[in-house]
């Protein structure tokens, strides 16, 4: 920011920011980016906005009419009494990311659990929670790389929990510890054909760019559906999902950084 308002510019910044604080947190830096027409990697702030705000950004995939499970968001434990949603339930903060405040207990087979969950959240976060029809089948993250029509699916990634990982969801410990909890593998097949379509709708639906992450895990129909779009995601080599399955699928991180980077380029 010093250097900023000092008259500094660059030709592209590579954003990683999540900001300081409030629900447009991770739009803050694109904004001041924009602001001074100086060249970003990553999406705008309009996206970033979006998808940090869990329940909106569903909002805005309903009205795609691409599947998500219903939902709720709440401010007070008082709210819950006029929920309309089947048991399980799945309840998480409505603006965290890397599954913060998700773990063996976000599964909610009743109404106690879920007045004990939602008033624990609403402490420990200070802002709302999203409280969904729980998808009891397979999860995956889509890798995307790109733009618009240029978009493609980098892999599919499944998430496989191991013996002495916390069951069913995947929780902040599990993300923490994927090393021994954890086995990635990339789906294929007609499986992974048409969670690379829902993931590019998603993308392209919104207005994601250069790179990112779409979330989807299948009902209890067997239908996919999406959960959460990560724009800016992590790009550790070895402990990050992008990196991780763009490896898997062949891709060196050296190949990874540069298809984002021409994706950026190409807006230059």
């Given at each position: 920011?010093?250097?900023?308002?000092?008259?500094e510019r660059w030709d592209l910044v590579w954003n990683f920011?999540?900001?300081?604080?409030?629900?447009?947190?991770?739009?803050?830096?694109?904004?001041?980016?924009?602001?001074?027409?100086?060249?970003?990697?990553?999406?705008?702030?309009?996206?970033?906005?979006?998808?940090?705000?869990?329940?909106?950004?569903?909002?805005?995939?309903?009205?795609?009419?691409?599947?998500?499970?219903?939902?709720?968001?709440?401010?007070?434990?008082?709210?819950?009494?006029?929920?309309?949603?089947?048991?399980?339930?799945?309840?998480?903060?409505?603006?965290?990311?890397?599954?913060?405040?998700?773990?063996?207990?976000?599964?909610?087979?009743?109404a106690d659990a879920l007045a004990h969950v939602t008033a624990?959240?609403?402490?420990?976060?200070?802002?709302?929670?999203?409280?969904?029809?729980?998808?009891?089948?397979?999860?995956?993250?889509?890798?995307?790389?790109?733009?618009?029509?240029?978009?493609?699916?980098?892999?599919?990634?499944?998430?496989?929990?191991?013996?002495?990982?916390?069951?069913?969801?995947?929780?902040?410990?599990?993300?923490?510890?994927?090393?021994?909890?954890?086995?990635?593998?990339?789906?294929?097949?007609?499986?992974?054909?048409?969670?690379?379509?829902?993931?590019?709708?998603?993308?392209?639906?919104?207005?994601?760019?250069?790179?990112?992450?779409?979330?989807?895990?299948?009902?209890?129909?067997?239908?996919?559906?999406?959960?959460?779009?990560?724009?800016?995601?992590?790009?550790?080599?070895?402990?990050?999902?992008?990196?991780?399955?763009?490896?898997?699928?062949?891709?060196?991180?050296?190949?990874?950084?540069?298809?984002?980077?021409?994706?950026?380029?190409?807006?230059?």
């Open positions: 920011m010093p250097r900023l308002c000092a008259g920011a999540e900001g300081w604080q409030g629900i447009g947190r991770e739009s803050q830096v694109p904004c001041l980016l924009e602001a001074h027409d100086i060249p970003f990697v990553f999406s705008d702030p309009l996206v970033c906005a979006l998808t940090l705000h869990k329940a909106m950004c569903k909002r805005v995939v309903r009205d795609l009419g691409l599947p998500t499970p219903r939902f709720a968001v709440v401010d007070t434990v008082a709210q819950l009494r006029d929920l309309d949603l089947e048991y399980p339930l799945f309840a998480k903060p409505l603006a965290e990311g890397t599954s913060k405040g998700v773990d063996r207990n976000s599964k909610i087979v009743d624990r959240l609403l402490d420990r976060f200070g802002q709302s929670v999203l409280i969904e029809e729980f998808l009891p089948g397979r999860e995956v993250t889509v890798g995307i790389v790109g733009t618009g029509a240029a978009a493609r699916a980098v892999a599919v990634l499944e998430v496989v929990l191991l013996a002495g990982a916390d069951a069913e969801v995947y929780t902040q410990r599990n993300k923490d510890e994927c090393e021994s909890l954890v086995q990635y593998r990339l789906a294929d097949g007609e499986f992974a054909r048409e969670a690379e379509a829902l993931a590019l709708a998603v993308w392209r639906g919104i207005g994601a760019r250069d790179g990112g992450r779409v979330d989807l895990r299948v009902d209890a129909r067997g239908v996919l559906s999406v959960i959460e779009v990560n724009p800016l995601p992590g790009m550790h080599p070895t402990h990050s999902d992008l990196p991780i399955m763009a490896t898997l699928a062949g891709m060196s991180f050296e190949a990874l950084v540069g298809a984002i980077l021409d994706s950026a380029l190409s807006r230059s």
